[in-house]
């Protein structure tokens, strides 16, 4: 007995040989983040180039822990948002944000949204504290990267994927349709699909059920990956579909 316990101990080791690596070299390589990632806030602006932020301080007040600060001001002769007033002031202490993104939902013209960025850190109080000037995409509608943020590539794609809900306020009839207005650099962003049809090419969004279930417990594996099914299931998904001659 003593040496089968001995032996036994290496069955878990030797069973994940057989499977898929999931570890990465972070932070030299880092996975893709989900679209709804709540990472670093974004100020957009309009393709005209105006801010889309127009100083109703809203954000400031439903923020649950008080970390935004903003103050509005009427629009000069020459005027920085279509509104009547604009964010003069608007500052995020983030070393009390907590990422909920209640501020995202709350912003009637969303001006800030959330990038996927997360991994940023501080060597001075003060640098957590990010200004208007930090905040405000710049002119190719990118997030401006600060010294202190480790930006890859496409952790500033579909900012604020949690306020891009497919049925807004419950309605199933505006399921699909786009509510929001376009973005400088970016144009009209697509709006989510639903989570029973195909996946929106602008999210590319995948379950980690259906991504990783080959690290999942037996029992918890979705029937259609089980046995012979699941051998059909991953060819066909390995498989490029070809286009039926004569098909629209």
């Known amino acids: 007995m003593g040496a089968m316990s001995f032996f036994g101990g290496f069955r878990l080791t030797l069973a994940h040989l057989t499977r898929p690596t999931v570890t990465v070299s972070y932070p030299q390589a880092k996975r893709p983040k989900q679209p709804r990632q709540h990472g670093r806030h974004v100020l957009n602006r309009y393709e005209d180039g105006m801010e889309k932020c127009i100083g109703c301080e809203l954000c400031a007040g439903v923020c649950p822990v008080g970390c935004i600060y903003v103050r ?14 604009y964010g003069y002031v608007y500052e995020i202490n983030y070393l009390r944000c907590i990422h ?21 850190s501080f060597t001075n109080r003060a640098d957590a504290i990010y200004t208007k000037a930090e905040l405000v995409v710049d002119d190719a509608g990118e997030p401006r990267h600060l010294p202190w943020e480790d930006w890859r590539e496409g952790e500033s794609a579909m900012t604020g994927g949690w306020m891009r809900a497919t049925s ?7 399921e699909g349709v786009t509510q929001w207005s376009a973005e ?65």
């Not at 001001?73 to 279509?82: G, I, Q």
């Not at 909920?100 to 940023?120: G, H, Y």
């Not at 807004?168 to 505006?174: E, I, R």
């Open 168 to 174: 807004p306020a419950g309605a199933a009839d505006f």
């Open 72 to 85: 509005g001001k009427d629009n000069p002769d020459d005027p920085v948002s279509p509104g009547e007033r």
């Open 100 to 120: 909920c993104d209640l501020c995202v939902e709350a912003c009637p013209t969303q001006a800030i949204t959330e990038s996927k960025l997360f991994e940023f």
């Open 184 to 248: 400088l650099g970016v144009g009209l962003r697509e709006a989510e699909a639903g989570q029973s049809g195909p996946a929106n090419p602008a999210t590319g969004t995948k379950s980690l059920r259906e991504a990783y279930y080959k690290h999942l417990s037996p029992a918890d594996v979705p029937a259609e990956r089980r046995g012979l099914a699941g051998m059909l299931t991953a060819l066909r998904a390995r498989t490029p579909r070809r286009r039926i001659k004569g098909a629209a």
